[in-house]
């Protein structure tokens, strides 16, 4: 389970400088992880799509571009991050908690959610919800952050999650705690098979996961019918 509240105060700190603080840390690899979302999700040829935990809206942007005839609306509970939505010419937005989508059942064609079902209170019960608002043979994506399983790689991996990206995210942003707490969510977040049963788990079908950048990222996707 996290903290809600300490959740919605730490990226209410660090909202102006997320964006940067992003890109720095991954080196701009995530402008890659979301285009290739994008791509994917393009394929389901969408109506209606929601991006949850939109933040700055980074990944409803590029989806924007995929997904030109679909309509995609972005919720977020943490208003200041919406804010730097807005900034980023995105206004299709709504204040919403990702454990009560204030949707009707079955409202989208595809659910995105890109590095934000880490932080909600109960996953189980987040996956649920979201199936929920899902048409009968929607899709849902989510893209996080994993914990590589090569040898080498894995340790290096740790070392800089533990005791660099803090230190430089904390010098961008200002909010080093923050970051501690995301950094250490990593690895306490479920990937690769363990993902996968939970979302069977919670009733979605024809789960499979897109390991990005030797496993430092996942791609889960998975269908509803």
């Given at each position: ?76 509970f943490s208003v200041p991050m919406m804010r730097e939505a807005q900034h980023r010419n995105f206004h299709h937005l709504i204040a919403a908690d990702g454990m009560a989508l204030p949707f009707q059942d079955a409202s989208f064609d595809v659910l995105t959610v890109a590095f934000g079902l880490r932080n909600m209170a109960s996953w189980p019960d987040a996956l649920r919800e ?96």
């Amino acid at each position: 389970m996290q903290d809600a509240g300490f959740v919605k105060n730490a990226f209410a700190g660090i909202a102006s400088r997320y964006v940067l603080a992003n890109h720095v840390l991954s080196l701009g690899i995530d402008v890659l992880w979301r285009s290739m979302t994008a791509r994917l999700v393009a394929e389901k040829h969408p109506k209606r799509i929601l991006d949850l935990a939109t933040g700055s809206g980074d990944l409803a942007q590029t989806l924007r571009k995929s997904c030109p005839d679909a309509k995609i609306l972005g919720a977020d509970f943490s208003v200041p991050m919406m804010r730097e939505a807005q900034h980023r010419n995105f206004h299709h937005l709504i204040a919403a908690d990702g454990m009560a989508l204030p949707f009707q059942d079955a409202s989208f064609d595809v659910l995105t959610v890109a590095f934000g079902l880490r932080n909600m209170a109960s996953w189980p019960d987040a996956l649920r919800e979201m199936r929920r608002v899902l048409s009968g043979q929607g899709h849902l994506f989510v893209l996080d952050f994993s914990l590589p399983t090569l040898p080498l790689v894995r340790p290096a991996y740790l070392f800089y999650l533990k005791n660099i990206m803090p230190r430089v995210a904390g010098w961008i942003t200002g909010q080093r705690k923050a970051y501690e707490y995301l950094c250490s969510s990593v690895e306490q977040f479920p990937s690769g098979h363990v993902m996968e049963k939970l979302m069977k788990d919670c009733g979605y079908n024809e789960v499979r996961t897109h390991k990005l950048s030797l496993g430092i990222a996942s791609l889960y996707i998975a269908r509803v019918g």
